[in-house]
Nanobody, 121 residues
Framework: QVQLVESGGGLVQAGGSLRLSCAAS????????MGWYRQAPGKQRELVAR???????RYGESVKGRFTISRDNAENTVLLQMNNLKPEDTAVYYC???????????????WGQGTQVTVSS
């Protein structure tokens, strides 16, 4: 099993910054993709940003130019730097990883417990 532990959420004023971090631990052979999703009340979970082991990055349209994702493959960690935060960024942010336990197993999806980000206007 793989565990994802997030940290760094909180309350910030509009225009401010926060940094989220996520560390993967457990029985890990390799991690393909790590990333962040978010879910606001009454809305579907949506992609914020994701990064492959090779460094290919994809951002959700609403965060392009404001958020930056980075990853440390050796430490199995992923960071999300969020700048110029807006009230509409308020949501629970979930860390996600596609990981496998052994070389011959398929990749499975793993999720963190979520961390609240609240942006006040």
């Amino acid at each position: 099993q793989v565990q994802l532990v997030e940290s760094g959420g909180g309350l910030v004023q509009a225009g401010g910054s926060l940094r989220l971090s996520c560390a993967a631990s457990g029985s890990i052979f390799s991690i393909n993709v790590m990333g962040w999703y978010r879910q606001a009340p009454g809305k579907q979970r949506e992609l914020v940003a994701r990064i492959t082991a090779g460094g290919t990055i994809r951002y959700g349209e609403s965060v392009k130019g404001r958020f930056t994702i980075s990853r440390d493959n050796a430490e199995n960690t992923v960071l999300l730097q969020m700048n110029n935060l807006k009230p509409e960024d308020t949501a629970v942010y979930y860390c996600h990883a596609e990981a496998r336990n052994v070389a011959t197993s398929p990749y499975d999806d793993y999720w963190g417990q979520g961390t609240q980000v609240t942006v006040s206007s």
